[in-house]
């Protein structure tokens, strides 16, 4: 079974540019949750899909959006792009339904993106 | 608010050894999860252990087990006979299984075995 994928896995951008980043889940996971990892502010969850509707947003300005298609397959695009968006965005995948779940995340390998 | 605290920003060990790494929680909710992820240098997060909130019998996964105390909101990983690929990040996080279903993660423990 294949794990979570992510796209690309590196990428450098200037300030003000756009970026996208996919995630397809594990197959049969429906909920697809993103992360951002810096090393000043550790790991903060920025928003979690399930059957393409967003349940759960972090505290992110609204610069940071995503999206789920029907495949479960997920986007997430950072728009004005600021030096200190430089980070890890990973993408983790979850059996979870409406109020229940296993609890276990599976993540990706995450995408680097640099801001110059 | 929810928060995990990892006291321990690094820890050394031999191999061989056993080593714990201590993690602290704050929620006010009863239904939840606790997990231990590692974060090895190739950056993919793994679950190493998890344990559901209800359960008073601790974890245990292999070489991995915790020491789970609810009361206490205490939550730490024993890693026994260390490998050397055990070196890695260790974060400690949970879940409140409510519709925010947002993983809280600590700060991480960074753990080298040594030779």
């Known amino acids: 079974k294949a794990g979570v994928t992510q796209t690309p896995r590196y990428l450098i951008k200037t300030r003000g540019q756009q970026v996208t980043l996919s995630c397809s889940p594990i197959s049969g996971h429906r909920s697809v949750s993103w992360y951002q990892q810096t090393p000043g502010q550790g790991l903060q969850f920025l928003f979690e899909?399930?059957?393409?509707?967003?349940?759960n947003k972090g505290n992110f300005p609204g610069r940071f959006s995503g999206r789920q298609f029907s495949n479960s397959r997920s986007e997430m695009n950072v728009s004005t792009l600021e030096l200190g968006d430089s980070a890890l965005y990973l993408c983790?995948?979850?059996?979870?339904?409406?109020?229940?779940?296993?609890?276990?995340?599976?993540f990706g390998e995450g995408s680097r993106l640099t801001v110059l | 608010a929810q928060t995990v605290t990892q006291s321990q920003p690094e820890m050394s060990v031999q191999e061989a050894e056993t080593v714990t790494l201590s993690c602290t929680y704050d929620t006010s909710e009863n239904n939840y999860y606790l997990f231990w992820y590692k974060q090895p240098p190739s950056r993919q997060m793994i679950l190493v252990i998890r344990?559901?909130?209800?359960?008073?019998q601790n974890a245990t996964e292999n070489r991995f087990s915790v020491n789970f105390q609810k009361a206490a909101k205490s939550f730490s990983l024993k890693i026994s006979d260390s490998q050397l690929g055990d070196t890695a990040m260790y974060f400690c996080?949970?879940?409140?299984?409510?519709?925010?279903?947002?993983?809280?993660f600590g700060s991480g423990t960074r753990l080298l075995v040594r030779p």
């Open positions: 983790a995948s979850s059996l979870r339904s409406t109020g229940q779940g296993t609890g276990e995340l599976f």
């Open positions: 899909y399930f059957s393409e509707t967003q349940r």
């Open positions: 344990q559901e909130a209800y359960k008073q």
């Open positions: 996080a949970f879940i409140l299984m409510d519709s925010s279903y947002k993983l809280i």
